[in-house]
Each structure stands twice: as structure tokens, then as C-alpha cells.
């Protein structure tokens, strides 16, 4: 079977099968209890009143498997060369998650193991290779942020593992650790905040000069998660890597959605990482009920 054919059918039954038991939304029914739904205003900050232990309660109801970042498959074409069967590519990503006790953990953490898997595809080209395969596993320590009985937002500390997997001098690889803190303004907006610093494989010294060493992105959802937009802000040596993305779901009872991203800077992949890209991307993304974590 080809590894196209392959990869079509695997993404269909998944989008199937999460159809079928699209996760819930607990929070989003608690927000309907707690504010009146037709005058929700977006630029207002507003918590979710929760009791601490409620709060627990919720992330011990979360399977103890399931999607970590957003899963998705899109293709596109370059904004800054010519368009062409080598330039036009396809990229997807496949995120999941393990907790690793089937408890809360002491300072009312939960402890998991993390991969996630970015793919460029070089799908139009004469035999369709894959240009780079970033694999990115790794040790997540998460912690919701309570504030007098309202849910302020989460903070997590990992560390993580990222390389491409080839041998020479295409070998890519580092060792890091990270901060990250995600604020809740309200039921629409949230603020991401992140840092990382590490270790850098011999092959690709300047890393950091080309991914930095952190980034802002801040992510909007409409109250019933019909749309979607994220801005993410990466600054580094060489230049302000971007990245933005949008998201439209057609079924409110489904997990899918249409999808557009657009990345402009280095570092998108680790392969290429010191290559200045500007690429858009459309297709299919089904997301977890952690939105919005990069």
C-alpha cells in the first residue's frame, strides 16, 4: 500500500471515530450556568467560579489517554518563491498523551508522558517523499491555577526531547526544558507564555538563534467554538517567526475542524531550520479539550 493510501484511510477513521465520541466540553457548561450567554463580552475579563476541588475532580475525569496538542493534516504553497511540485507540500502533526498516575499528585499536579510528531511531505514531488520528520517526545508536569475559587489557568513544566531521526549531517537533535503558563482573561481569550532552554546537538549549533528562546501566542474561540484564531509570536537573533492560525467547525456535535495555518521565519523545521519559510497551509484539525497549547 502506498504510504498516501495508508495515511488517508488512518486519518479518516480517526476523524470517524472522533465523530462518534467527540470529547465534551464541561467547562463550556459550566460558563452557561455561571453568565448570561447572550451578553457575553469578549473584552471583559471573567473567571470560571469553581471550587479547587471541583477543579480536580475535572482533570481526573479526563481519559487518561488522549490527544495533547492539536492533531492535524493540511497542504499548501509558499507566499515568498514560485509555486511549484517541489515548493507545494503537505505537513501534519499527531499529538497524544499519557497520564502517568491515575491520581492527583502532590501541589495538585498530574504527571504525563508526551509525544508529538511534525511532518513535512513533500506530496507533489516524483515519489512523494517526506522532506523531515521532527519526533518530540517527552515528560509534561501540569498544574491548574486557582485564585480565591476561580480557574486563573495552568502552568506546566516538561522536559522534552526533539530530533528528526536521520544520521550525518542531517542529523538533528537537543534536549531541553520548559516553562509555560497559559492565563484564562475569559471563556473567549487566553494567553500562552513559554520558555525553553537546552541542550543542542553538534549539527545545529545555532538553534537558538533561528527558534529562540520562547514564545507568546494568544488564542481567541468563540463561546460555542464555532471559530477559532491563534497568534503565535516566536522571537529570535535572525527574525520574529510567526505563525497564525484559524479554525472553523461545521458540526457542533463533531471534533473537526477546517483549518488555514500560515508561518512565516526560520526554525519551522528542524531540518531546515537556518531556511527563511513562508508557507499556507488549509485542511482538516481535531483538537483537544487543553486548547491552544504550543
Known amino acids: 500500500m502506498k504510504p498516501g493510501k495508508f495515511i488517508f484511510i488512518v486519518l479518516s477513521v480517526f476523524?470517524?471515530?472522533t465523530s462518534i465520541i467527540a470529547q465534551t466540553d464541561d467547562a463550556k457548561k459550566r460558563w452557561e450556568a455561571q453568565i448570561d450567554t447572550n451578553r457575553v463580552n469578549p473584552l471583559k475579563p471573567e473567571y470560571l467560579q469553581l471550587d479547587k476541588d471541583i477543579v480536580l475532580e475535572q482533570f481526573n475525569k479526563q481519559p487518561n489517554f488522549g490527544m495533547y496538542k492539536d492533531n492535524y493534516f493540511i497542504t499548501g504553497i509558499p507566499t515568498n518563491k514560485a509555486i511549484t511540485?517541489?515548493?507545494a507540500d503537505a505537513k501534519f502533526q499527531i499529538s497524544i498523551r499519557q497520564r502517568l498516575f491515575n491520581t492527583i499528585m502532590p501541589f495538585n499536579t498530574q504527571l504525563m508522558l508526551i509525544y508529538t510528531?511534525?511532518?513535512f511531505w513533500d506530496i507533489y514531488d516524483e515519489s512523494s517523499p517526506f522532506?523531515?520528520?521532527?519526533?518530540?517526545?517527552g515528560l509534561l508536569l501540569i498544574k491548574p491555577i486557582m485564585d480565591k475559587n476561580r480557574l486563573k489557568g495552568m502552568a506546566t513544566l516538561s522536559f522534552e526531547h526533539e530530533s528528526n531521526g536521520k544520521d550525518s549531517l542531517d542529523s538533528r537533535s537537543w534536549n531541553y526544558?520548559?516553562?509555560s503558563g497559559v492565563y484564562f482573561y475569559n471563556a473567549s481569550f487566553?494567553?500562552?507564555?513559554?520558555v525553553w532552554y537546552g541542550w543542542l546537538d553538534g549539527e545545529n549549533p545555532g538553534l537558538f538563534d533561528y527558534r529562540g528562546y520562547g514564545l507568546l501566542a494568544l488564542n481567541y474561540r468563540s463561546f460555542n467554538d464555532k471559530f477559532g484564531a491563534s497568534l503565535v509570536m516566536n522571537p529570535c537573533k535572525?527574525?520574529?517567526?510567526?505563525?497564525?492560525?484559524?479554525?472553523?467547525r461545521p458540526n457542533k456535535n463533531a471534533n473537526q475542524y477546517f483549518f488555514l495555518q500560515w508561518y512565516q521565519g526560520y526554525g519551522e523545521s528542524?531540518?531546515?531550520y537556518d531556511r527563511y519559510t513562508s508557507m499556507v497551509r488549509v485542511g482538516i484539525c481535531m483538537r483537544p479539550p487543553m486548547r491552544n497549547l504550543y
Open 85 to 87: 511540485h517541489q515548493t
Open 117 to 119: 510528531q511534525k511532518s
Open 238 to 248: 535572525k527574525a520574529l517567526n510567526t505563525q497564525l492560525e484559524l479554525t472553523f
Open 131 to 137: 522532506a523531515d520528520n521532527n519526533y518530540n517526545p
Open 270 to 272: 528542524l531540518l531546515e
Open 177 to 179: 526544558f520548559t516553562l
Open 190 to 194: 487566553s494567553v500562552q507564555a513559554k
Open 15 to 17: 476523524a470517524v471515530y
